[in-house]
């Protein structure tokens, strides 16, 4: 796995249809003792490139880059795949996960050897609640920079996961683009229509909000449904990409975004397809009420 030499085509019959052939290998496989992987069998790689001020645009180029012609390897390989980045801080963070560290390192100094890629990298994974650096051999790595005001921290995979258990069993979660409501909200909750006129003044209010509902040094959970996660402190400068959107919309735009106390006391969640932001909680339903951003109510409970 994670080897050019692992790969094989496979010649398809014009005359069958292609999911029941691969269906087919899938439980030939199976009874061989192969299993189908999980989110637990992959490690996450962390690779970290500096950039001087006024160096921002070239940075975020080099980090696409890199996302698309890793991306590609890993696939190809079938040794994972690329979770994506973000930039702020004088640095650019681009996450993998991976089944083979040693062979997905390799490819990332491959690709930047063919593509000549500029720049010295640093690479590592999570090693509980900190990171471990692979390269340069000894070197420290902070994910975040030290004395770097950053809002938006990446939560580590194991993080992720359990705040998703919890919301898929908790709320019930079942993500759908016509069945509405996609999850059942803590009682008491409120449902309004989004509208999408307000955009900066949501922004603006929420994150008024979240310092309003929190204390110095407390974070939130910013989720966004299959995506990067990220721990938040509204009092430090948000972290925005190459849209100028925020790392994780208040508006939902293409998928759902939640907002969410640590000890889920409240939470903000965002629905693209009925175009709604549920809140719960009884301290942030008040506080949105005296903003007079939310006035079409869907559903009360």
Known sequence: MGREEDVREMRVSRFKR?????????????????RELDDTDYKELV?????????????????????????????????????????????????????DVEAAVSLIFEGMKEHDVRGEPIIAVPEGETYTGLYPEG????LIGE??????IPMT????????????QQFQFSPSTTMFPSFYAPSPFITY??????????????????????????????????????????RHPFLRNEEG??????????DYSFFIARDFRWGYLGHPWEGSITLFGEDLISAFQGTGIFTKEIRRG
């Open 193 to 234: 229509e989004v509208d999408y006129e307000k955009r900066e003044e949501m922004e603006r209010e929420l994150r008024r909000i979240l310092t309003e509902l929190t204390v110095e040094g407390e974070r939130v959970m910013a989720l966004d449904w299959n995506h990067q996660g990220y721990w938040i402190d509204p």
């Open 47 to 99: 690779v970290q490139f500096p950039y001087a001020e006024g160096q921002a645009e070239a940075a975020l180029e080099r980090r696409h880059m890199m996302e698309e012609m890793i991306d590609e390897g890993l696939l190809h390989t079938g040794n994972g795949y690329c979770e994506g980045g973000d930039i702020g801080g004088n640095t650019t963070n681009i996450f993998y996960h991976v089944l």
């Open 147 to 152: 004395g770097k005001p950053w809002s938006w």
């Open 18 to 34: 292609l999911g029941v052939q691969i269906l087919r290998l899938v439980e030939k496989f199976e009874r061989q003792g192969y």
């Open 245 to 254: 959107d925020w790392m994780i919309p208040a508006v939902p735009d293409g």
């Open 139 to 142: 070197a420290t790595f902070d």
């Open 157 to 168: 995979q194991a993080e992720d996961e359990k705040v998703w258990h919890v919301i898929d």
